[in-house]
Protein backbone atom coordinates (compact mmCIF):
# COMPACT_ATOMS: atom_id res chain seq x y z
CA UNK A 1 0.00 0.00 0.00
CA UNK A 2 1.41 3.38 -0.99
CA UNK A 3 2.19 5.89 2.09
CA UNK A 4 -0.66 8.72 1.65
CA UNK A 5 -3.23 5.82 0.93
CA UNK A 6 -1.83 3.82 4.49
CA UNK A 7 -2.18 6.88 5.88
CA UNK A 8 -5.58 7.71 4.65
CA UNK A 9 -7.58 4.48 5.25
CA UNK A 10 -6.33 5.77 8.92
CA UNK A 11 -8.41 8.66 8.75
CA UNK A 12 -5.18 10.60 9.08
CA UNK A 13 -3.33 13.28 6.94
CA UNK A 14 0.43 13.97 6.56
CA UNK A 15 1.36 17.43 7.81
CA UNK A 16 2.91 19.91 6.06
CA UNK A 17 6.93 20.25 5.57
CA UNK A 18 7.66 16.38 6.08
CA UNK A 19 9.80 14.65 3.56
CA UNK A 20 9.02 11.12 3.14
CA UNK A 21 11.20 8.54 4.31
CA UNK A 22 12.74 7.36 1.09
CA UNK A 23 14.23 10.73 1.52
CA UNK A 24 15.76 9.56 4.01
CA UNK A 25 19.70 9.17 4.05
CA UNK A 26 20.81 8.30 7.58
CA UNK A 27 21.50 4.83 8.09
CA UNK A 28 18.45 3.29 10.63
CA UNK A 29 18.25 0.27 12.56
CA UNK A 30 15.71 -1.18 10.19
CA UNK A 31 17.00 -0.50 6.94
CA UNK A 32 16.34 -3.58 5.06
CA UNK A 33 19.32 -5.97 5.98
CA UNK A 34 20.00 -9.84 4.69
CA UNK A 35 16.54 -11.40 5.57
CA UNK A 36 16.66 -13.77 8.42
CA UNK A 37 15.10 -16.64 7.54
CA UNK A 38 12.73 -17.80 10.21
CA UNK A 39 9.00 -19.91 9.17
CA UNK A 40 7.33 -19.04 12.65
CA UNK A 41 5.69 -15.45 12.78
CA UNK A 42 5.48 -12.76 15.22
CA UNK A 43 2.31 -11.19 16.55
CA UNK A 44 3.10 -7.83 18.54
CA UNK A 45 -0.12 -6.53 20.91
CA UNK A 46 -0.45 -2.50 20.83
CA UNK A 47 0.35 -0.19 18.12
CA UNK A 48 2.06 2.30 20.44
CA UNK A 49 5.48 3.79 19.23
CA UNK A 50 6.85 0.58 21.04
CA UNK A 51 5.52 -1.69 18.99
CA UNK A 52 4.91 0.11 15.80
CA UNK A 53 8.89 -0.11 15.67
CA UNK A 54 9.41 -3.55 16.78
CA UNK A 55 6.70 -4.72 14.15
CA UNK A 56 8.99 -2.39 11.67
CA UNK A 57 12.43 -3.57 12.54
CA UNK A 58 11.04 -7.17 12.20
CA UNK A 59 9.20 -6.55 8.93
CA UNK A 60 12.75 -4.87 7.30
CA UNK A 61 14.19 -8.57 8.51
CA UNK A 62 11.94 -10.28 6.70
CA UNK A 63 10.05 -11.36 9.57
CA UNK A 64 6.37 -12.36 9.04
CA UNK A 65 4.87 -9.79 11.55
CA UNK A 66 1.13 -8.82 12.09
CA UNK A 67 0.06 -5.74 15.53
CA UNK A 68 -2.73 -6.26 17.29
CA UNK A 69 -4.63 -3.10 18.65
CA UNK A 70 -7.16 -2.72 20.84
CA UNK A 71 -8.37 0.72 19.57
CA UNK A 72 -9.35 2.47 16.90
CA UNK A 73 -6.36 4.24 15.99
CA UNK A 74 -2.26 3.59 16.06
CA UNK A 75 -0.34 5.76 18.14
CA UNK A 76 -1.31 4.99 21.33
CA UNK A 77 0.15 7.46 23.61
CA UNK A 78 0.80 9.53 20.97
CA UNK A 79 -2.26 11.35 19.90
CA UNK A 80 -3.09 14.35 18.08
CA UNK A 81 -6.11 16.66 18.31
CA UNK A 82 -5.74 17.37 14.50
CA UNK A 83 -6.38 13.61 13.93
CA UNK A 84 -9.43 13.10 16.28
CA UNK A 85 -13.27 12.35 14.83
CA UNK A 86 -14.67 12.64 18.02
CA UNK A 87 -17.29 15.71 18.57
CA UNK A 88 -15.67 17.62 21.37
CA UNK A 89 -12.65 17.74 20.10
CA UNK A 90 -13.47 18.61 16.60
CA UNK A 91 -15.33 21.19 18.40
CA UNK A 92 -12.86 22.65 20.73
CA UNK A 93 -10.35 22.42 17.70
CA UNK A 94 -12.44 24.27 15.11
CA UNK A 95 -13.39 26.93 18.24
CA UNK A 96 -9.78 27.36 19.78
CA UNK A 97 -7.03 29.97 18.01
CA UNK A 98 -4.33 27.50 19.16
CA UNK A 99 -1.77 27.97 15.55
CA UNK A 100 -0.06 24.80 16.48
CA UNK A 101 -0.57 21.54 16.53
CA UNK A 102 -2.21 20.03 20.08
CA UNK A 103 -1.37 17.16 21.44
CA UNK A 104 -3.53 14.89 23.71
CA UNK A 105 -0.55 13.15 24.89
CA UNK A 106 3.11 13.11 24.35
CA UNK A 107 4.10 16.50 23.23
CA UNK A 108 7.91 17.66 24.72
CA UNK A 109 10.92 15.58 22.62
CA UNK A 110 13.49 14.71 25.49
CA UNK A 111 16.95 14.89 24.11
CA UNK A 112 17.46 16.07 20.52
CA UNK A 113 19.59 13.39 20.11
CA UNK A 114 17.08 10.80 21.64
CA UNK A 115 15.30 7.75 19.84
CA UNK A 116 12.39 10.17 19.58
CA UNK A 117 14.73 13.14 18.65
CA UNK A 118 16.93 11.52 15.98
CA UNK A 119 13.28 10.36 13.97
CA UNK A 120 12.30 13.96 14.02
CA UNK A 121 15.86 15.19 12.75
CA UNK A 122 15.49 12.57 10.24
CA UNK A 123 12.17 14.15 9.03
CA UNK A 124 13.72 17.43 8.79
CA UNK A 125 11.01 18.39 11.10
CA UNK A 126 11.28 22.01 12.62
CA UNK A 127 11.06 22.32 16.38
CA UNK A 128 11.01 24.93 19.28
CA UNK A 129 13.92 24.49 21.95
CA UNK A 130 12.14 25.34 24.93
CA UNK A 131 15.22 26.24 27.20
CA UNK A 132 16.06 28.94 23.84
CA UNK A 133 12.74 30.47 23.75
CA UNK A 134 10.96 30.61 26.50
CA UNK A 135 11.44 29.70 30.85
CA UNK A 136 9.53 28.66 33.41
CA UNK A 137 8.30 30.25 36.49
CA UNK A 138 7.78 28.71 39.87
CA UNK A 139 4.75 29.10 42.39
CA UNK A 140 5.87 29.72 46.25
CA UNK A 141 3.45 31.14 48.64
CA UNK A 142 0.90 31.51 45.86
CA UNK A 143 3.04 33.47 43.68
CA UNK A 144 4.76 32.64 40.19
CA UNK A 145 7.75 34.28 39.27
CA UNK A 146 10.57 33.45 37.45
CA UNK A 147 14.25 31.74 38.88
CA UNK A 148 15.13 35.27 39.29
CA UNK A 149 12.35 36.19 40.94
CA UNK A 150 12.88 34.04 43.47
CA UNK A 151 16.78 34.32 43.34
CA UNK A 152 17.97 34.37 47.28
CA UNK A 153 15.06 32.45 48.13
CA UNK A 154 16.14 29.43 50.20
CA UNK A 155 13.16 26.70 49.41
CA UNK A 156 13.31 27.58 45.91
CA UNK A 157 17.15 27.20 45.92
CA UNK A 158 16.46 23.79 47.77
CA UNK A 159 14.11 22.51 45.46
CA UNK A 160 16.52 23.60 42.47
CA UNK A 161 19.37 21.99 43.95
CA UNK A 162 17.26 18.76 44.79
CA UNK A 163 16.00 18.58 41.11
CA UNK A 164 19.52 19.27 39.12
CA UNK A 165 21.62 16.65 41.65
CA UNK A 166 18.37 14.25 41.41
CA UNK A 167 20.59 11.82 39.30
CA UNK A 168 22.99 11.73 41.85
CA UNK A 169 20.41 10.98 45.16
CA UNK A 170 21.47 7.44 46.35
CA UNK A 171 18.22 7.12 48.99
CA UNK A 172 16.38 4.53 48.62
CA UNK A 173 12.99 6.11 50.13
CA UNK A 174 10.27 8.38 48.36
CA UNK A 175 11.54 11.79 46.20
CA UNK A 176 9.70 13.63 48.81
CA UNK A 177 11.98 12.02 51.74
CA UNK A 178 15.51 12.09 50.19
CA UNK A 179 14.78 15.77 48.53
CA UNK A 180 13.27 16.66 52.36
CA UNK A 181 12.26 20.45 51.57
CA UNK A 182 10.21 22.79 53.47
CA UNK A 183 6.32 22.54 53.67
CA UNK A 184 6.00 25.88 51.75
CA UNK A 185 8.39 24.23 48.77
CA UNK A 186 6.47 20.61 48.58
CA UNK A 187 3.76 21.49 45.76
CA UNK A 188 7.43 22.79 43.89
CA UNK A 189 8.77 19.88 44.34
CA UNK A 190 6.00 17.72 43.87
CA UNK A 191 5.62 19.65 40.16
CA UNK A 192 9.35 19.63 39.29
CA UNK A 193 9.90 15.76 40.74
CA UNK A 194 7.21 13.99 41.16
CA UNK A 195 4.40 14.80 38.52
CA UNK A 196 6.73 14.93 35.88
CA UNK A 197 7.93 11.44 36.45
CA UNK A 198 4.21 10.12 36.60
CA UNK A 199 2.96 10.36 40.02
CA UNK A 200 3.08 12.20 43.60
CA UNK A 201 6.86 13.08 44.98
CA UNK A 202 5.78 10.43 48.18
CA UNK A 203 4.88 7.32 45.42
CA UNK A 204 8.11 7.80 43.47
CA UNK A 205 11.85 5.84 44.03
CA UNK A 206 14.24 8.38 44.34
CA UNK A 207 16.64 5.81 43.78
CA UNK A 208 14.60 4.69 40.45
CA UNK A 209 14.85 7.90 38.65
CA UNK A 210 18.10 8.88 39.70
CA UNK A 211 19.59 5.64 38.02
CA UNK A 212 17.16 6.07 34.85
CA UNK A 213 18.83 9.81 34.54
CA UNK A 214 22.23 8.46 35.43
CA UNK A 215 21.54 6.13 32.64
CA UNK A 216 20.50 8.23 29.78
CA UNK A 217 22.95 9.14 27.05
CA UNK A 218 21.44 11.91 25.10
CA UNK A 219 21.37 15.71 25.56
CA UNK A 220 18.95 17.41 28.00
CA UNK A 221 17.06 19.78 25.30
CA UNK A 222 13.72 19.95 24.94
CA UNK A 223 11.93 20.58 21.77
CA UNK A 224 8.34 20.69 20.46
CA UNK A 225 7.52 20.17 16.64
CA UNK A 226 6.82 23.85 15.13
CA UNK A 227 4.38 22.78 12.76
CA UNK A 228 3.31 18.63 12.67
CA UNK A 229 1.18 16.74 15.05
CA UNK A 230 2.89 13.79 16.42
CA UNK A 231 0.91 11.29 15.44
CA UNK A 232 1.67 12.18 11.47
CA UNK A 233 5.03 12.30 12.06
CA UNK A 234 5.19 8.90 14.13
CA UNK A 235 2.80 7.25 11.99
CA UNK A 236 4.58 8.36 8.88
CA UNK A 237 7.66 6.94 10.38
CA UNK A 238 5.98 3.52 10.83
CA UNK A 239 3.92 4.07 7.33
CA UNK A 240 4.93 0.68 6.04
CA UNK A 241 4.25 -1.14 9.21
CA UNK A 242 0.26 0.43 8.76
CA UNK A 243 -0.91 -2.41 6.76
CA UNK A 244 0.13 -4.98 9.07
CA UNK A 245 -1.99 -3.47 11.81
CA UNK A 246 -5.58 -5.09 12.90
CA UNK A 247 -7.01 -2.42 14.53
CA UNK A 248 -10.25 -3.03 17.35
CA UNK A 249 -8.38 -6.06 17.89
CA UNK A 250 -8.59 -6.37 21.99
CA UNK A 251 -6.15 -9.25 22.89
CA UNK A 252 -8.15 -10.82 26.31
CA UNK A 253 -6.00 -14.26 26.54
CA UNK A 254 -2.65 -15.50 25.71
CA UNK A 255 -2.33 -19.22 25.86
CA UNK A 256 1.75 -19.33 25.59
CA UNK A 257 2.15 -23.63 26.91
CA UNK A 258 3.11 -24.33 23.60
CA UNK A 259 5.20 -24.37 20.73
CA UNK A 260 2.13 -22.19 18.87
CA UNK A 261 0.68 -19.19 20.86
CA UNK A 262 -2.60 -18.58 20.67
CA UNK A 263 -3.93 -15.33 21.64
CA UNK A 264 -7.83 -14.71 22.06
CA UNK A 265 -9.01 -11.13 21.51
CA UNK A 266 -12.73 -9.53 22.66
CA UNK A 267 -14.58 -10.83 19.59
CA UNK A 268 -13.85 -14.34 20.29
CA UNK A 269 -11.37 -14.63 17.26
CA UNK A 270 -8.29 -16.68 17.36
CA UNK A 271 -4.57 -15.30 16.70
CA UNK A 272 -1.55 -17.42 15.99
CA UNK A 273 2.14 -16.81 16.30
CA UNK A 274 5.56 -18.78 17.32
CA UNK A 275 6.74 -15.45 18.80
CA UNK A 276 4.46 -12.55 20.67
CA UNK A 277 5.76 -9.23 22.07
CA UNK A 278 3.60 -7.53 24.29
CA UNK A 279 4.10 -3.99 24.24
CA UNK A 280 0.37 -2.79 26.29
CA UNK A 281 0.67 -0.33 28.90
CA UNK A 282 2.00 -1.24 32.12
CA UNK A 283 -1.59 -0.68 33.57
CA UNK A 284 -2.85 -3.13 31.02
CA UNK A 285 -0.93 -5.57 32.49
CA UNK A 286 -1.21 -4.59 36.10
CA UNK A 287 -5.05 -4.94 36.19
CA UNK A 288 -5.07 -8.54 34.42
CA UNK A 289 -7.25 -7.24 31.73
CA UNK A 290 -5.21 -9.54 29.52
CA UNK A 291 -4.40 -13.42 31.53
CA UNK A 292 -1.63 -15.08 30.49
CA UNK A 293 -1.85 -19.21 30.66
CA UNK A 294 0.38 -20.39 32.41
CA UNK A 295 0.85 -17.61 34.41
CA UNK A 296 3.07 -14.36 34.00
CA UNK A 297 6.41 -15.81 34.59
CA UNK A 298 7.30 -14.75 38.16
CA UNK A 299 10.59 -12.11 37.41
CA UNK A 300 7.75 -10.74 35.08
CA UNK A 301 5.33 -10.38 37.68
CA UNK A 302 7.48 -9.71 40.37
CA UNK A 303 8.81 -6.37 39.08
CA UNK A 304 5.17 -5.81 37.63
CA UNK A 305 4.47 -5.28 41.18
CA UNK A 306 7.44 -2.65 41.68
CA UNK A 307 6.08 -0.23 39.03
CA UNK A 308 2.78 1.92 39.11
CA UNK A 309 0.72 3.77 36.31
CA UNK A 310 -0.85 6.43 38.33
CA UNK A 311 -4.19 8.30 36.68
CA UNK A 312 -3.33 11.57 34.30
CA UNK A 313 -5.21 14.41 32.40
CA UNK A 314 -4.35 16.78 29.82
CA UNK A 315 -6.80 19.78 29.83
CA UNK A 316 -5.85 22.41 27.41
CA UNK A 317 -7.39 25.89 28.12
CA UNK A 318 -7.86 28.54 25.70
CA UNK A 319 -7.45 31.81 26.99
CA UNK A 320 -8.53 35.67 25.40
CA UNK A 321 -5.12 36.97 26.65
CA UNK A 322 -1.97 36.01 27.43
CA UNK A 323 -1.57 36.84 31.52
CA UNK A 324 1.18 34.29 32.61
CA UNK A 325 4.22 35.86 30.76
CA UNK A 326 5.06 35.92 26.92
CA UNK A 327 8.27 34.02 27.66
CA UNK A 328 6.88 32.06 30.35
CA UNK A 329 7.35 28.03 29.06
CA UNK A 330 6.32 25.53 32.35
CA UNK A 331 4.19 27.40 35.38
CA UNK A 332 5.70 24.43 38.12
CA UNK A 333 4.21 24.42 41.24
CA UNK A 334 0.50 24.14 40.97
CA UNK A 335 -1.34 22.39 43.49
CA UNK A 336 -4.24 21.40 41.48
CA UNK A 337 -2.00 21.39 38.23
CA UNK A 338 1.40 20.40 38.86
CA UNK A 339 2.30 21.12 35.22
CA UNK A 340 0.88 24.21 33.20
CA UNK A 341 2.54 24.45 29.72
CA UNK A 342 2.97 27.66 27.40
CA UNK A 343 2.54 25.06 24.87
CA UNK A 344 2.66 27.97 22.00
CA UNK A 345 5.70 29.25 23.43
CA UNK A 346 8.30 29.69 20.34
CA UNK A 347 5.66 28.75 18.00
CA UNK A 348 2.51 30.70 18.15
CA UNK A 349 1.64 34.47 17.50
CA UNK A 350 -0.66 34.03 20.48
CA UNK A 351 0.42 32.34 23.27
CA UNK A 352 -2.88 31.92 24.45
CA UNK A 353 -3.46 28.62 24.33
CA UNK A 354 -2.39 26.05 28.06
CA UNK A 355 -1.61 22.86 27.58
CA UNK A 356 -1.88 21.10 31.51
CA UNK A 357 -0.53 17.54 32.61
CA UNK A 358 -1.87 15.99 35.96
CA UNK A 359 -1.20 12.97 37.08
CA UNK A 360 -1.56 10.50 40.04
CA UNK A 361 -3.39 11.00 43.20
CA UNK A 362 -4.26 14.58 42.00
CA UNK A 363 -5.25 13.32 38.81
CA UNK A 364 -6.92 10.56 40.68
CA UNK A 365 -9.34 13.00 42.15
CA UNK A 366 -10.14 15.22 38.93
CA UNK A 367 -10.91 12.73 37.16
CA UNK A 368 -13.88 12.05 39.74
CA UNK A 369 -15.34 15.19 38.39
CA UNK A 370 -17.24 16.36 35.61
CA UNK A 371 -15.31 18.19 33.16
CA UNK A 372 -16.70 21.45 33.61
CA UNK A 373 -15.95 21.23 37.16
CA UNK A 374 -12.90 20.22 36.64
CA UNK A 375 -11.88 22.59 34.54
CA UNK A 376 -13.52 25.77 37.18
CA UNK A 377 -10.84 23.67 39.56
CA UNK A 378 -8.60 24.71 37.54
CA UNK A 379 -9.78 28.39 36.96
CA UNK A 380 -9.67 28.91 40.41
CA UNK A 381 -6.42 28.29 41.16
CA UNK A 382 -5.15 30.17 38.22
CA UNK A 383 -7.66 33.10 39.71
CA UNK A 384 -5.75 32.44 43.08
CA UNK A 385 -2.32 33.21 41.42
CA UNK A 386 -2.95 35.65 38.60
CA UNK A 387 -5.73 37.76 40.63
CA UNK A 388 -8.55 36.80 38.85
CA UNK A 389 -7.45 36.66 35.35
CA UNK A 390 -8.00 32.80 34.48
CA UNK A 391 -11.68 33.12 34.84
CA UNK A 392 -11.50 37.02 33.64
CA UNK A 393 -9.62 35.77 30.26
CA UNK A 394 -11.13 32.20 29.23
CA UNK A 395 -12.75 31.55 25.98
CA UNK A 396 -16.31 31.05 25.70
CA UNK A 397 -18.46 29.11 22.63
CA UNK A 398 -19.83 32.15 21.43
CA UNK A 399 -23.04 30.38 21.04
CA UNK A 400 -23.39 28.65 24.51
CA UNK A 401 -21.07 30.59 26.50
CA UNK A 402 -19.17 27.49 27.59
CA UNK A 403 -16.06 27.40 29.12
CA UNK A 404 -13.64 26.79 25.59
CA UNK A 405 -11.58 23.32 26.76
CA UNK A 406 -10.57 19.83 26.24
CA UNK A 407 -9.77 17.08 28.61
CA UNK A 408 -8.37 14.10 27.86
CA UNK A 409 -8.89 11.87 30.89
CA UNK A 410 -5.99 8.87 30.00
CA UNK A 411 -7.08 7.13 33.33
CA UNK A 412 -10.85 6.43 31.06
CA UNK A 413 -9.57 4.94 28.28
CA UNK A 414 -9.55 1.35 28.67
CA UNK A 415 -6.64 0.62 26.67
CA UNK A 416 -4.36 3.15 28.32
CA UNK A 417 -5.78 3.30 32.24
CA UNK A 418 -2.93 6.28 33.11
CA UNK A 419 -0.48 8.44 32.31
CA UNK A 420 3.25 6.95 31.97
CA UNK A 421 4.95 3.95 34.21
CA UNK A 422 7.04 4.66 37.20
CA UNK A 423 9.33 2.73 40.04
CA UNK A 424 7.53 2.63 43.33
CA UNK A 425 9.41 3.37 46.25
CA UNK A 426 12.21 0.74 46.67
CA UNK A 427 12.31 0.06 42.98
CA UNK A 428 15.63 0.20 40.97
CA UNK A 429 16.55 0.49 37.26
CA UNK A 430 17.13 -3.47 37.11
CA UNK A 431 13.67 -3.93 38.14
CA UNK A 432 12.65 -2.57 34.69
CA UNK A 433 15.39 -5.28 33.01
CA UNK A 434 13.13 -7.93 35.10
CA UNK A 435 9.43 -6.56 33.67
CA UNK A 436 11.82 -6.82 30.59
CA UNK A 437 12.69 -10.13 30.44
CA UNK A 438 11.59 -12.61 27.85
CA UNK A 439 10.52 -16.36 29.07
CA UNK A 440 10.89 -19.55 26.77
CA UNK A 441 12.31 -17.61 23.78
CA UNK A 442 8.46 -17.14 22.72
CA UNK A 443 7.23 -14.59 25.02
CA UNK A 444 8.58 -10.87 24.79
CA UNK A 445 7.90 -7.66 26.07
CA UNK A 446 8.55 -3.65 25.06
CA UNK A 447 7.05 -0.69 25.89
CA UNK A 448 7.90 2.27 27.80
CA UNK A 449 7.77 0.63 30.88
CA UNK A 450 10.30 -1.81 29.96
CA UNK A 451 13.08 1.03 29.20
CA UNK A 452 16.08 0.64 31.34
CA UNK A 453 18.46 2.91 29.67
CA UNK A 454 16.69 5.93 31.12
CA UNK A 455 14.03 6.93 28.89
CA UNK A 456 11.18 5.37 30.70
CA UNK A 457 7.90 7.14 30.15
CA UNK A 458 8.69 8.86 26.83
CA UNK A 459 8.28 8.01 23.37
CA UNK A 460 12.05 7.52 23.13
CA UNK A 461 12.01 4.91 25.83
CA UNK A 462 9.24 3.03 23.86
CA UNK A 463 11.74 2.82 20.63
CA UNK A 464 14.15 2.29 22.89
CA UNK A 465 12.63 -0.88 24.55
CA UNK A 466 11.95 -1.91 20.54
CA UNK A 467 15.31 -1.75 19.71
CA UNK A 468 16.13 -3.93 22.54
CA UNK A 469 13.34 -6.71 22.47
CA UNK A 470 13.97 -7.43 18.38
CA UNK A 471 17.67 -7.80 19.20
CA UNK A 472 16.20 -10.69 21.83
CA UNK A 473 14.26 -12.04 19.13
CA UNK A 474 16.52 -12.11 16.18
CA UNK A 475 19.37 -13.35 18.40
CA UNK A 476 16.91 -16.09 19.57
CA UNK A 477 16.23 -16.80 15.79
CA UNK A 478 19.68 -16.89 14.62
CA UNK A 479 20.95 -19.21 17.78
CA UNK A 480 17.82 -21.12 18.82
C1 LIG B 1 -0.54 13.03 28.93
C2 LIG B 1 0.77 12.41 28.54
C3 LIG B 1 1.85 13.25 28.28
C4 LIG B 1 3.08 12.70 27.89
N1 LIG B 1 4.09 13.55 27.56
C5 LIG B 1 5.22 13.05 27.02
C6 LIG B 1 6.18 13.92 26.47
O1 LIG B 1 6.01 15.14 26.50
N2 LIG B 1 7.27 13.36 25.87
C7 LIG B 1 7.45 12.01 25.76
O2 LIG B 1 8.45 11.56 25.17
N3 LIG B 1 6.54 11.16 26.28
C8 LIG B 1 5.43 11.64 26.89
N4 LIG B 1 4.47 10.80 27.36
C9 LIG B 1 4.74 9.36 27.37
C10 LIG B 1 4.64 8.72 25.99
O3 LIG B 1 3.44 9.11 25.37
C11 LIG B 1 4.68 7.20 26.17
O4 LIG B 1 5.82 6.83 26.94
C12 LIG B 1 4.77 6.42 24.86
O5 LIG B 1 3.92 6.98 23.87
C13 LIG B 1 4.40 4.98 25.16
O6 LIG B 1 4.49 4.18 24.02
P1 LIG B 1 4.22 2.60 24.16
O7 LIG B 1 4.30 2.05 22.81
O8 LIG B 1 5.08 2.05 25.23
O9 LIG B 1 2.73 2.48 24.74
P2 LIG B 1 1.37 3.04 24.15
O10 LIG B 1 1.59 4.23 23.32
O11 LIG B 1 0.45 3.17 25.30
O12 LIG B 1 0.86 1.87 23.18
C14 LIG B 1 0.29 0.71 23.68
C15 LIG B 1 -0.85 0.30 22.77
O13 LIG B 1 -1.39 -0.93 23.26
C16 LIG B 1 -2.77 -0.93 22.98
N5 LIG B 1 -3.43 -1.94 23.81
C17 LIG B 1 -3.72 -1.89 25.13
N6 LIG B 1 -4.32 -3.03 25.53
C18 LIG B 1 -4.41 -3.82 24.43
C19 LIG B 1 -4.93 -5.12 24.21
N7 LIG B 1 -5.47 -5.84 25.19
N8 LIG B 1 -4.89 -5.63 22.96
C20 LIG B 1 -4.35 -4.92 21.93
N9 LIG B 1 -3.83 -3.68 22.10
C21 LIG B 1 -3.86 -3.14 23.33
C22 LIG B 1 -3.18 0.50 23.30
O14 LIG B 1 -4.41 0.85 22.71
C23 LIG B 1 -2.00 1.30 22.76
O15 LIG B 1 -2.24 1.72 21.43
C24 LIG B 1 3.23 11.29 27.78
C25 LIG B 1 2.15 10.45 28.05
C26 LIG B 1 0.93 11.00 28.43
C27 LIG B 1 -0.24 10.09 28.70
Not at 34 to 48: L, M, R
Not at 425 to 448: H, I, M, Q
Amino acid sequence: MKRRTALKNLGLGISAGMLAPQFFSACKKDDPGPEIPYSGNVIVIGAGAAGLYAADILRSKGISVTVLEAGTQPGGRVRSLRNQTDVQYQTFSSASQADFPVELGAEVIFGSNSSWGKVVSDFSIATVDMSASASPSYILDGQAKSATGWQGDSDFQAVQGFVSGLSNVGSNGSIKDAANVSPRAQALLNSQAGNIFGSSAENISALGVAQMLKAQTHDSKQLTMRNNPWQDVLLSRFVNVLPLIKLNTEVKAIDWSGDVITLTDAKGVQHTCTKLIVAVPLSILKSGAITFSPSLPSPNANALSKFGMDACIRLVLDFKKNFWGLDSSYIWGGTTVPQYFNSGAGRSQFFRTMSLTINGPKAQQLSGLSDDNMVLQVLAEMDSIYNGQGTGFIRRDLTDDRILSLVKDWTKDPFIKGGISYPLVGTTNDDRKALASPANDRLYFAGEATDATGDAGTVSGALNSAIRVTDEIIKSIVNP
